[in-house]
């Protein structure tokens, strides 16, 4: 076996304790059964609504005109005729208590209920003698979750429908013209969106549907790569407290095995623990973010798509941002004396992973003021957080000169980690130039003699 | 004949602090040589320097015969080193950990060979397949002692190794040092129980801050300084000094 599997295998059974490894599945597994439960709902709440209708009107005409825009609705929205999502109720209710009751007793969740007057009004309208028609919306035991707002909104849209075509019918009937006459009149406008993004004309799309598509990316890379870093560079460093409270790193240092191979040891097996839990927190975080996507626009409706080699840069940066984390803080963790010393020395690393962690979520790093892009540029866990919309919109100078950076700072880092094993630090760390000599128990008695 | 041992002028400064100061002696085969002195002194770090984990500011150290300045890494092939109140990485079981040492120096048959011996040294039997951190202190020390013996070093290099002990485990500590040494190990041990290197040690030096004050055989010195324990003759030869 060689020292270097030797070390890693070590390094890896300190890391990957059953504790951690039970502690990161959960949270993991929370993560995604999140996002399933949310799929779930958002998935039900996409279905079409089954929708209640009452009519007190005895004029039909016009009520059946609103059953068809409804229709047509269901037909546009989720390509189904409405006929089988529509109950009527057939009986004449005594007052609103008992239509509550009617829809409980079928679990319907909306119903429309079109007014006495509601036909006659809309048929006076074009005459300027009619009032507007009235229909009263009715909810029942309706989520209050965050897709309650989305169920909400379809009926909204529905309503609107209704109120559009029917406003067009009008019009149709007061110009003689129902067909694109009627619907030009209503909006005489037409707007046809643009968009440049990342160097490319994206037609028919707005920022927010953009933004929208790539919010899966943009939350969810600079969110994982601060679990790792901060995780992993957590457990660094605390191990390296560790190994100097109990002198086991003495001990290591020791044995016939360069410390080169000592210190790469420690990298790639703290390097493959960190990647392991960065794979569990992936999926999970991939399940909660994508059920959070309902209704948005995906990143293949416009175009940006990731090749496979797409997904070799990502990983190698994350592999790159991993390796300077860690060269970073077994540096840090040189001038530990003990565990708990090393639990404040983790601060460093929290902090340089959460300021481009909340700016990547926020803000577009190329339209930074450029002091700010310097910092995030030099902060090398910004890179792997926003490789991902950086390799969908072809920012390729970001994508290699950060890949380039990575490389330089965790060989640096490396250099320096190795320098400070073959170093006296490693074991008195720093020491002040003025210092007292040591007390001699003899000293008095020296002393007693002159 | 070859030393086990030889230091030469060792010094050791930290800004205008002198930790070890122009130290000298040598240690032979299958001697055990106890360097005693309060806290302070500049014991641990003489150690240390022995063992490469500090580099020395000036002076020559020689073990069996591989100069430290010329192959630092030579020097790591035939040494044990086992630090004052040292640990094990405590998630892993006796056998692991002594499966992770001795990787380091052997492999096949001999590394199988060489856990067995760590293991009969360490006396901890069907424990050896505990988890560390349920080992009490006196079970940690001799899995360490038993870590430093099994790859058969030519100098171990023990520091204050029954400290925190108590007296039963203490005994059996010192009872392996003990046959290391009857088997050829060197052994360089450091304390400040003087008592107890008294009755391990075939000679002691005496090292007072970071500079040696005196080195011999323990009767021999006691001897010559008309006293009965080496308490009595450290602190005589302090005052005489």
């Not at chain 1, 409270?245 to 493959?272: D, F, H, Q, W, Y």
């Not at chain 2, 030469?8 to 002195?37: M, P, T």
């Amino acid at each position: 076996m060689s020292h270097l599997w030797n070390l890693i295998r070590k390094e890896l059974k300190e890391l990957m304790t059953p504790a951690s490894v039970i502690s990161i599945i959960v949270v993991a597994a929370v993560f995604a059964s999140m996002g399933t439960m949310i799929s779930s709902e958002a998935d039900r709440v996409m279905e079409p609504p089954t929708i209640g209708i009452l009519n007190m009107s005895d004029d039909n005409e016009n009520i059946a005109c609103a059953i068809g825009y409804i229709d047509d609705f269901y037909i546009r929205t989720y390509g189904v005729p409405s006929g089988n999502y529509l109950i009527h109720m057939n009986v004449v209710p005594e007052d609103r208590y008992a239509i509550i009751a009617w829809m409980q007793e079928r679990n319907i969740t909306v119903l429309f209920a079109f007014d006495a007057d509601y036909s006659d009004n809309i048929s006076q309208i074009a005459d300027g003698t009619g009032s507007r028609g009235l229909i009263t919306v009715y909810y029942s035991e309706v989520s209050t979750g965050v897709f309650g707002t989305v169920s909400t909104s379809i009926i909204n849209m529905m309503i609107s429908h209704i109120n559009m075509r029917t406003s067009e019918a009008i019009i149709g009937d007061l110009i003689g013209n129902g067909g694109d006459g009627a619907s030009n009149i209503r909006s005489p406008i037409q707007v046809s969106n643009n968009t440049v993004f990342g160097g490319t004309m994206h037609e028919g799309l707005t920022p927010s549907d953009i933004s929208s598509a790539l919010q899966t990316q943009s939350f969810l890379m600079p969110i994982l790569i601060m679990i790792i870093i901060t995780m992993i560079g957590g457990m660094i460093i605390s191990s390296m407290g560790n190994e100097k409270e109990n002198k086991t790193l003495e001990t290591l240092l020791t044995m016939p095995v360069a410390r080169t191979t000592i210190v790469t040891g420690k990298l790639l097996g703290s390097t493959i623990a960190g990647l392991a839990f960065g794979l569990a927190y992936l999926v999970g975080m991939y399940f909660y973010m994508d059920s959070m996507n309902v209704g948005n626009m995906s990143t293949d409706n416009i175009g940006l798509t990731l090749a496979l080699t797409d997904w070799g840069i990502i990983a190698m940066m994350i592999f790159l941002a991993i390796l300077c984390a860690l060269g970073m803080c077994m540096i840090l963790g040189a001038f530990v004396k003990n565990y708990k010393a090393a639990q404040t020395l983790t601060l460093p690393i929290t902090v340089l992973a959460m300021v481009p962690m909340f700016v990547i979520m926020f803000a577009d790093f190329n339209t930074l003021p450029g002091v700010l892009q310097g910092i995030l540029f030099a902060i090398p866990f910004t890179h792997p957080m926003m490789v991902m919309n950086n390799l969908m919109l072809g920012n390729t100078f970001l994508i290699w000169t950060g890949l380039g950076y990575l490389m330089i700072f965790s060989l640096l880092t490396i250099y320096l980690t190795v320098r400070i094993y073959n170093s006296d630090i490693l074991l008195t760390g720093l020491i002040r130039k003025k210092r007292s000599p040591p007390k001699s128990l003899f000293g008095r008695s020296r002393d007693r003699t002159k | 004949m070859v030393h086990a041992l030889v230091v030469k002028g060792l010094s050791k400064s930290y800004g205008d602090h002198v930790a070890v100061d122009d130290v000298s002696f040598h240690v032979k085969e299958g001697e055990i040589f106890g360097l005693i002195g309060p806290n302070g002194a500049g014991k641990t770090t003489t150690l240390r320097i022995i063992s490469t984990l500090l580099k020395m500011t000036s002076g020559d150290i020689t073990v069996c015969g591989i100069d430290m300045r010329a192959d630092a890494d030579g020097i790591r092939k035939c040494i044990s080193y086992l630090p004052e109140d040292a640990g094990a990485y405590k998630d892993l079981t006796g056998r692991a950990y002594l499966n992770f040492m001795a990787a380091f120096f052997t492999t096949g048959e001999e590394m199988i060979r060489m856990v067995n011996k760590g293991i009969e040294i360490s006396g901890l039997e069907d424990r050896i397949d505990s988890k560390i951190s349920t080992y009490s202190k006196g079970m940690m020390r001799r899995l360490l002692i038993a870590r430093a013996i099994m790859p058969d070093p030519k100098l171990a290099i023990l520091d204050e190794i029954t400290s925190g002990l108590d007296v039963v485990n203490a005994f059996e500590i010192k009872d392996i040092v003990k046959e290391i040494a009857k088997s050829g190990v060197s052994v360089l041990l450091s304390s400040h129980n003087m008592f107890e290197v008294d009755q391990l040690c075939d000679r002691i030096g005496m090292i007072d801050g970071g500079k040696l004050i005196m080195e011999g055989a323990p009767s021999d010195l006691k001897r010559e300084y008309n006293v009965d324990t080496v308490e009595e003759l450290f602190i005589k030869a302090t005052v005489k000094k």
